[in-house]
C-alpha cells in the first residue's frame, strides 16, 4: 500500500487525486459538483464515478491504502462508498467536514484554525482531524460575512448609491453596469433584482479587479470585508494562540488585495502564530489519508 | 368644492380617505395592494376602484375638488386616472412619491425630512411637495437597512448564532424558533432557507415583542436598526437643519422600542428639529390635496 485518494466535494466541482505517502501526485480527475445539497443525487453519483475514474486511470487501484474526502456540510458516504464498490477500490474511506480538509491543504500541524472564504464564509478551530467549534458559515441570507457573494452584494449596493448619488463612476461601477447591464438609478437596480440573488456572487472577481487597479470604493469593500472575516476567525480562536492559521476558499486563495487586508489584520491580532495559505482541497484531503494510513501501520506492522 | 380625495398606494393594501378641507373624514375605502411592481394590472385597477367606491359612498362625488394619490416607485397614473373615469370623479389627479405623502401626513410645513421604516426604509428631503433627494430604498437584497425586513433577518441571524453556541435561549430566541418551526443548530438554518427570503420581515413583530419585554439581543437588533436608519437620514439631511423630522412607515409607527431608540439617536443629532410621527398616508395624501385646491383657489376666485 504506497499510494493514498484525497478527494473534494465542493459546490461548484469535484476533484480527486492520488498521491504517495510523501505527496507526489500519481493521478487526478476532475467532475461536475457532488454536493448532495445542491446536485440531485444520480448526478451526485455520476459525477464521483467520474472523478474518480479518472483520477484511478494512471495508478494500480489496489495499491491505494486509505482515502479521504472532504464535503460541506451534509455529506452522504453511501453514495461515495457505492461509487468505491463499482470501480473496485477496497480502502478504507473518510468523510470529514470541508474545513477539516481545508485546514490540513495548509500545515502539517495538529491543531490550529482555518479561515474559509469562497461562495461562503466560516471560521473553525481544528484538532486532531476534527472539527472543535465553528463560527458564521450561515450562507448567504443569514451570514457569510466576507464571503465571495458578500463581496458581490456589496459591489451591487456601493454601485446603486454612487448612481444616485450621481457620483463620478470609479472603476468598479463602470466594471458592475457593464457586467449587471444597466447604466442608471432605478434600472440598475430593477437589472439586480431580476436575477436569482446567489447571482451576485459572479460580482467579486470585479471587486477583485477594480481593487488590484486602486479603486478606493472596491478597496473599501475588501477591508470591510477582510474585517468581518477576522470577527469570524476571532468566534473560535483565543487571543495569544500560537497554533496556525490557514487561509483557504476560492475567494482567500485567489484574491490577493483581500489575502493582504486579511493577512495584515491577523499578524496584528495573533502576532506569534505562523499565517498559511492552503493548497488545493483535494491534496489536503490525501495529506490526511497518508496520515491515517500510516498511523494504521504502526498500529498493526506488517509482517516481516 | 369642499371635499378632497387622498388615496395611499401601499405593497399591502391600498386605502382611500375623502375628507374636508379642514381634515374631518366623510368617507373611507380599504382594498388589497395596487402597487404595479408587485401586483398583476388587473388586480392593480380592481383594488383601486374597489377602495375608491367604498371612499366615494358616503360623499356627494361633485364636491370632491382635488385628490392626491402617494405610490412607492414606479407609479402607473393612467390606470389611476381611468378608475376615476369609470366612477365619475372629474377633479384634477396628482401622483406624488411616498414618501412626499408620508411626509404631509406627519406635518404641515413646506420642507423637511421624512424617515420611512416599513417593509423597506429610505429618507427623503422634501420641499414644497416635492422630493429633492432620497437615501437607501434600495430593496431588501441591497440595503433598505433598519427596515422591518432587515430587523427579522437580523432576528433570524442572531437565532442562528445563538442555536450553534448552544446559549441558553432567551425570549427572542425562543420566539423565533417556535415560528419557523425549528429550535437546534443546522436544523433552524435549513428551514429559513426553505421559506422565500421576502418572508423573514414576518419575524420583526417578534423583535418587538422580546425588546418591549425587555430580552437584551432583541433589544441591541433595535439599536443596530436605529443606528441604521438615523445614518441613512443622514444622508439626507445636513448637521444644524431646524426643519421637522416626520417618522413614517408601518415599522417606525407602531415598533415602540425602535422609534424610541430613532427618537434618543436624532434628538441628540438635530436637537432643534420638531420630530413628528406619520398619521395615516391616505390622511397625509388628503392634506396634499387640500392645499392643492386652496392653492387653485386663490389663483382663480370664485365669482361673487
Known amino acids: ?20 505517502l510523501g505527496g507526489t501526485r500519481a493521478g487526478s480527475g476532475r467532475a461536475g459538483a457532488a454536493n448532495p445539497v445542491t446536485v440531485p443525487a444520480a448526478e451526485v453519483a ?5 472523478a474518480l475514474t479518472e483520477a484511478l486511470s494512471t495508478v494500480d487501484r489496489a495499491e491505494v491504502g486509505a ?9 452522504r458516504p453511501a453514495v461515495l462508498r457505492a461509487a468505491f464498490d ?12 470541508d474545513a477539516v480538509v481545508a485546514f490540513a491543504a495548509g500545515t502539517d500541524a495538529p491543531a490550529g484554525s482555518v479561515l474559509i472564504s469562497g461562495t461562503g464564509a ?15 458559515g450561515l450562507g448567504w441570507l443569514l451570514g457569510d460575512l466576507g464571503s465571495g457573494f458578500w463581496i458581490g452584494r456589496a459591489a451591487a449596493t456601493a454601485t446603486a448609491r454612487a448612481l444616485y448619488r450621481g457620483a463620478p463612476p470609479g472603476r468598479l461601477v463602470e466594471l458592475v453596469c457593464a457586467e449587471v447591464g444597466e447604466r442608471a438609478g432605478d434600472p440598475f437596480v ?24 486602486g479603486d478606493p470604493l472596491a478597496l473599501s469593500i475588501m477591508d470591510e470585508a477582510a474585517g468581518h472575516l477576522c470577527r469570524t476567525l476571532a468566534g473560535v480562536r483565543e487571543p495569544g494562540d500560537r497554533s496556525p492559521i490557514v ?9 490577493l488585495p483581500l489575502r493582504q487586508a486579511v493577512h495584515d489584520r491577523l499578524t496584528a491580532a495573533w502576532p506569534d502564530a505562523p ?10 484531503a490525501a495529506r490526511l489519508a497518508a496520515r491515517l494510513l500510516e498511523a494504521s501501520s504502526r498500529r498493526r506492522p506488517a509482517r516481516s
Chains 1, 2 share one sequence.
Do not use: F
Not at 1 to 20: E, F, P
Not at 86 to 97: A, K, M
Open 122 to 136: 466560516v471560521a473553525a478551530e481544528v484538532r486532531e482531524g476534527d472539527l472543535v467549534r465553528t463560527a458564521d
Open 67 to 75: 482515502a479521504v474526502a472532504g464535503a460541506a456540510g451534509a455529506s
Open 247 to 255: 487561509l483557504a476558499g476560492g475567494v482567500l486563495r485567489q484574491c
Open 190 to 213: 430593477a437589472a439586480v433584482y431580476e436575477r436569482p440573488p446567489r447571482e451576485l456572487a459572479a460580482l467579486a472577481p470585479l471587486v477583485t479587479t477594480a481593487a488590484t487597479a
Open 1 to 20: 500500500m504506497t499510494l493514498v485518494l484525497g478527494i473534494d466535494i465542493g459546490g461548484t466541482a469535484t476533484r480527486a487525486v492520488v498521491t504517495t
Open 86 to 97: 463499482t470501480l473496485g477500490v477496497r480502502c478504507p474511506l473518510h468523510v470529514v467536514g
Open 275 to 284: 499565517l498559511r495559505t492552503a493548497g488545493p482541497a483535494e491534496e489536503g
Open 46 to 50: 455520476a459525477n464521483l464515478t467520474a
